[in-house]
């Protein structure tokens, strides 16, 4: 059941940990810790393995996967042994990814990124590519009649002129390719009409958005236990540094407000109001991807007494996120081989800003995810 593994940022460092990952652990040199698909409760026949993934993919860096893979391990986001161990992967990797294509429309740009992918399934002899968006996060979309129907969108497509942004043009080239589309970043994606119409009538499914790896997995678990004890939470501010690369891109005030809006979603969900204070993003490049956020949570309880209560996350933002993209992966795949189309909302426990009406309650998206995995089984 070998599985095309498409990675749109496919140089940068999520995109790197989860290829030399994936390498070392089909190679057993490490457990397979973060990744939630290897639990007892996911073991599935219908889902492809971790040594059964293939990665290609697109990116506009020029960097070396060896360079890449040798920064990830000075900033110690990847263990030197087993980078080391699978450094003579590294050339049959790199062989594999493309730089972005570039033609006088978005129509054709579209067509050269779906014939890249279409030459990975031919070449690999892949049944199934499942195209995963890890690439810098994008400003919010700017609205375009033709972003309502899919006629509409391919004619304007044909036109000189940016009518759709990176990520969902990537989404369109996907599904036009015949492939599935996960997006693990809180841009746009597939979240336009029109290609939720091509989605649909190409019967391919699709799932996003925006990775919950940080501070937005601990909110998600915090905020219904204040809901369950009626606690009144009055503040939630939370500050958040990072560096690397996404921390230089979320330095951009249209990208940081596209990620801080996808980070506070959840709060309003859960407790049913919007507490006073936001979460802001900060960027500081001495910390590269080890991300600290603080939060202060002020709260009320019987007769209105204060309260307050604080945390301190520090994470390795590559690590956590890379185990999740393989599963987003494998999971997206066994959907499409199942014949599900559309937006995979039982995938909402990966993500900070799910699609569809999906409540932030981890232990229902986790029931909801088991579910999910039996129905997987009983299709196969
Ligand atoms: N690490 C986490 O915990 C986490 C959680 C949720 C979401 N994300 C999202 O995942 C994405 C990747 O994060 P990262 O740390 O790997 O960032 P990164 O900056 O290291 O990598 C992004 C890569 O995307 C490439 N890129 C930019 N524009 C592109 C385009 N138009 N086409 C193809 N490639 C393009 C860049 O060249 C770079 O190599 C970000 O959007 C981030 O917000 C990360």
Known sequence: MTTGVWLIGARGSVAVTSMVGATALRAGLAEPLGCVTELPELASEAVPGLGDLVF??????????????????????????????????????ERE??????????????????????????????????????????????????????????DALSSPGAILPPSSLYAYAALVAGCSYVDFTPSTGTRLPALRELASSAGLPYAGHDGKTGETLVKSVLAPMFAMRNLRVRTWAGTNLLGGGDGANLADPAANAAKAGSKQRVLAETLGYQPQGSSHIEYVDDIG?????????????????????????????????????LDLARLTAAAHAAGRSGPLTELAFFFKDPIGEVPHDLPGQWAALVAFVRGLDGAA
């Open 97 to 154: 990814l493309r730089p972005v294509p570039s033609a006088a429309t978005q129509l054709e740009t579209a067509r050269l990124i779906a014939e890249d992918i279409d030459d990975f399934r031919r070449r690999r002899g892949l049944v199934r590519v499942v195209v995963v968006n890890v690439s810098s996060t994008e400003p919010a979309v700017v609205p375009h009649p033709a972003h309502g129907v899919l006629a509409d969108l391919e």
């Open 56 to 93: 290609g993919g697109h990116d506009i860096s020029d960097i070396t996967l060896e360079k890449k893979v040798e920064d990830l391990v000075a900033a110690g986001v990847l263990p030197a042994r087993p980078a080391a161990a699978v450094a003579d992967k590294l050339a049959a990797l």
């Open 289 to 325: 991807d080890f991300k600290t956020a603080w939060d202060l949570i002020t709260f009320s309880g019987f007769l209105g007494t204060r309260m307050r209560m604080e945390f301190s996350w520090h994470g390795c933002d590559s690590a956590l996120a890379a185990p999740l993209v």
